[in-house]
């Protein structure tokens, strides 16, 4: 088994944020190796003011999965 297939669902979100919008929305951020829920919540933000409606909807699915998580 992988370590993709045991994390939660927020952890794949948090680095397609990155991976998506790391040098337009998320620049003043650091992708971090193992992000809580709380970490990623923090980029869900930064998808919402800096990012487009893609962005915005990135951070609407990370935000999903964070509360799914606890």
Not at 19 to 28: D, I, K, Q, R
Not at 46 to 65: M, S, T
């Amino acid at each position: 088994m992988n370590a993709e297939a045991v994390q939660p669902g927020y952890v794949a979100l948090y680095r397609q944020a990155f991976a998506e919008y790391g040098s337009h929305a998320l620049w003043n951020l650091r992708a971090l190796d193992e992000p809580s829920p709380e970490d990623a919540l923090i980029v869900t933000r930064a998808l919402r003011v800096e990012g487009d409606l893609g962005a915005r909807r990135l951070a609407e699915r990370i935000e999903r999965a964070c509360h799914a998580a606890v």
